[in-house]
């Protein structure tokens, strides 16, 4: 049989064609999402990532150089200052960084929209920094168990996007309330009075009761301990589609519904920094043993902040790092290509080589093609997330660490996991909620060990589709979900890049 494979490029899914054996397919999607409505237990994830997938990486016409300002590359000259004089004068531009190593000693801050840093590929253009974070600026604190450490060992970057003000950037928004309710899949919103217009860009908030019921329902009701999650809130990002008097159609159907008791209001999203990219780069760390758990001092690459929206890392190789790159509360960005990769030496007394491998925080993010080469505590993280996407990826022993903090309805999807003994090992304070709430998806995920359904990791309305499983299929649609098929036979193999297809083809017709 004939089958079809997506490969990802910049803002567009081509599809391949190759030889398989039989193809099987869920009962949820079906061959070509005929059994999928946006009201299914099956979330949408076809909006994550750069621009929504809709479009191609905005790349500026006008280019400068680093060593125009008087960068060296040469491994013992300072570049910082170099470097922050090119982003000053950089806003509108590509800043072209040539092959060499560039020895940094402060925090690379961006701040300015369309702006991309682009090496000459990693492994030629490389950052090597003198200092980490809590050296540069010390932050410490205790975690969720009392134990002191420092802020960078979860959070941060020497490279940082965004100024951190909140995700719909300045004060001052436009605000309205939502005054009839709406459940999960609805894509119709009524207002208290108009106030937007076709194309806008818009935010749904809703908000926690004293009874965290917001809570109880997206953790269907299997919350674990919340008693560290108070006044929560949760958003959904949408483009206006079309005004009717006070009410608005959106671009897609809701995650959760919008219940009167909730809150919820419709405000513009008004990101402060948009398209900005880093490719081509490579991050070189001390090779020094990895401290181990909570003693990380912050040799962390990259942060995209929760000001920032539609930015992307790109080409990227992270050596030795006490974590990948963090996405910190930021909204339709992409990771593609991201490569976490240690020196032998780096390989801590645990067997670990650092702390978070490659973190998603945020709304409708997409990292794709990424290789975690060595073992980290948690090899990828979701927290806070929501609509996130991890794609196409490979690891040695994979850890797909949910971190609490009510992440809801995010995909792994396409991944090698390699041993895969610890697939589902996950961390975060114990007093904020299960590890995960409903919705989180598992799609073709392929490993050497099968295992059980996860122990006290999530609600039973998670979606587990196509991994090595060792319990018998249930498929029962108010409580588990778990679909078992032959390994390398699910198809669509990629369900992020099948809904993107599906999405866009309907958009032309």
């Given at each position: 049989?004939?089958?079809?494979?997506?490969?990802?490029?910049?803002?567009?899914?081509?599809?391949?064609?190759?030889?398989?054996?039989?193809?099987?397919?869920?009962?949820?999607?079906?061959?070509?999402?005929?059994?999928?409505?946006?009201?299914?237990?099956?979330?949408?994830?076809?909006?994550?990532?750069?621009?929504?997938?809709?479009?191609?990486?905005?790349?500026?016409?006008?280019?400068?150089?680093?060593?125009?300002?008087?960068?060296?590359?040469?491994?013992?000259?300072?570049?910082?200052?170099?470097?922050?004089?090119?982003?000053?004068?950089?806003?509108?531009?590509?800043?072209?960084?040539?092959?060499?190593?560039?020895?940094?000693?402060?925090?690379?801050?961006?701040?300015?929209?369309?702006?991309?840093?682009?090496?000459?590929?990693?492994?030629?253009?490389?950052?090597?920094?003198?200092?980490?974070?809590?050296?540069?600026?010390?932050?410490?604190?205790?975690?969720?168990?009392?134990?002191?450490?420092?802020?960078?060992?979860?959070?941060?970057?020497?490279?940082?996007?965004?100024?951190?003000?909140?995700?719909?950037?300045?004060?001052?928004?436009?605000?309205?309330?939502?005054?009839?309710?709406?459940?999960?899949?609805?894509?119709?919103?009524?207002?208290?009075?108009?106030?937007?217009?076709?194309?806008?860009?818009?935010?749904?908030?809703?908000?926690?009761?004293?009874?965290?019921?917001?809570?109880?329902?997206?953790?269907?009701?299997?919350?674990?301990?919340?008693?560290?999650?108070?006044?929560?809130?949760?958003?959904?990002?949408?483009?206006v589609r079309a005004v009717n008097g006070r009410d608005v159609i959106l671009d897609r159907g809701l995650r959760f519904d919008a219940r009167a008791e909730w809150q919820p209001t419709?405000?513009?999203?008004?990101?402060?920094?948009?398209?900005?990219?880093?490719?081509?780069?490579?991050?070189?760390?001390?090779?020094?043993?990895?401290?181990?758990?909570?003693?990380?001092?912050?040799?962390?690459?990259?942060?995209?902040?929760?000001?920032?929206?539609?930015?992307?890392?790109?080409?990227?190789?992270?050596?030795?790092?006490?974590?990948?790159?963090?996405?910190e509360g930021a909204a339709f960005c992409t990771l593609e290509n991201i490569h976490i990769t240690a020196d032998p030496q780096r390989r801590g007394k645990d067997g670990n080589n650092?702390?978070?491998?490659?973190?998603?925080?945020?709304?409708?993010?997409?990292?794709?093609?990424?290789?975690?080469?060595?073992?980290?505590?948690?090899?990828?993280?979701?927290?806070?997330?929501?609509?996130?996407?991890?794609?196409?990826?490979?690891?040695?022993?994979?850890?797909?660490?949910?971190?609490?903090?009510?992440?809801?309805?995010?995909?792994?999807?396409?991944?090698?996991?390699?041993?895969?003994?610890?697939?589902?090992?996950?961390?975060?304070?114990?007093?904020?909620?299960?590890?995960?709430?409903?919705?989180?998806?598992?799609?073709?995920?392929?490993?050497?060990?099968?295992?059980?359904?996860?122990?006290?990791?999530?609600?039973?309305?998670?979606?587990?589709?196509?991994?090595?499983?060792?319990?018998?299929?249930?498929?029962?649609?108010?409580?588990?979900?778990?679909?078992?098929?032959?390994?390398?036979?699910?198809?669509?193999?990629?369900?992020?890049?099948?809904?993107?297809?599906?999405?866009?083809?309907?958009?032309?017709?």
């Amino acid at each position: 049989m004939i089958l079809s494979h997506p490969l990802r490029l910049a803002g567009a899914v081509v599809l391949l064609t190759s030889v398989s054996l039989r193809a099987e397919v869920s009962q949820l999607w079906g061959n070509a999402g005929e059994k999928w409505t946006p009201a299914s237990r099956l979330p949408d994830f076809s909006f994550a990532g750069y621009r929504r997938g809709e479009e191609p990486y905005r790349i500026p016409s006008q280019s400068i150089s680093v060593t125009d300002f008087g960068a060296k590359g040469d491994g013992h000259t300072d570049d910082t200052a170099a470097f922050k004089s090119a982003i000053a004068a950089g806003a509108g531009k590509v800043i072209n960084i040539p092959g060499g190593r560039f020895v940094l000693s402060d925090i690379i801050k961006i701040r300015t929209s369309n702006l991309v840093l682009r090496g000459a590929g990693p492994g030629k253009t490389i950052f090597a920094f003198s200092r980490n974070l809590n050296t540069i600026e010390p932050r410490w604190v205790k975690n969720d168990g009392g134990t002191p450490t420092t802020d960078w060992s979860w959070a941060g970057g020497l490279f940082t996007i965004g100024d951190g003000v909140g995700r719909n950037g300045k004060s001052g928004n436009v605000s309205t309330r939502v005054t009839a309710p709406a459940q999960r899949g609805a894509n119709r919103l009524t207002l208290e009075k108009p106030g937007f217009k076709t194309g806008d860009e818009v935010t749904l908030v809703v908000h926690d009761t004293p009874d965290k019921s917001l809570l109880q329902y997206l953790y269907h009701g299997q919350t674990g301990n919340l008693s560290g999650l108070n006044r929560w809130h949760c958003q959904q990002i949408f483009r206006v589609r079309a005004v009717n008097g006070r009410d608005v159609i959106l671009d897609r159907g809701l995650r959760f519904d919008a219940r009167a008791e909730w809150q919820p209001t419709l405000e513009l999203f008004r990101p402060t920094v948009t398209d900005v990219g880093i490719e081509g780069v490579t991050f070189e760390f001390p090779a020094s043993p990895y401290a181990g758990h909570f003693k990380e001092a912050g040799w962390n690459p990259v942060a995209i902040h929760a000001s920032a929206a539609h930015c992307w890392l790109k080409d990227m190789v992270i050596r030795n790092g006490d974590n990948g790159p963090f996405v910190e509360g930021a909204a339709f960005c992409t990771l593609e290509n991201i490569h976490i990769t240690a020196d032998p030496q780096r390989r801590g007394k645990d067997g670990n080589n650092g702390h978070h491998g490659i973190t998603l925080e945020g709304q409708d993010c997409l990292c794709t093609n990424f290789a975690v080469e060595c073992q980290f505590i948690h090899d990828v993280t979701v927290q806070s997330a929501m609509g996130c996407v991890f794609a196409g990826g490979h690891a040695v022993n994979l850890c797909m660490d949910h971190h609490r903090w009510a992440s809801y309805e995010n995909l792994f999807t396409d991944i090698d996991a390699g041993l895969g003994k610890r697939l589902f090992q996950s961390s975060g304070g114990g007093q904020r909620g299960m590890h995960t709430a409903a919705g989180e998806t598992f799609w073709n995920i392929r490993a050497q060990t099968r295992m059980p359904w996860p122990k006290d990791f999530g609600p039973d309305a998670i979606n587990l589709i196509g991994l090595p499983m060792s319990d018998p299929q249930i498929l029962d649609a108010n409580g588990r979900w778990l679909e078992n098929f032959s390994p390398g036979s699910l198809q669509p193999a990629d369900l992020h890049a099948a809904m993107l297809a599906k999405r866009l083809a309907a958009q032309k017709r």
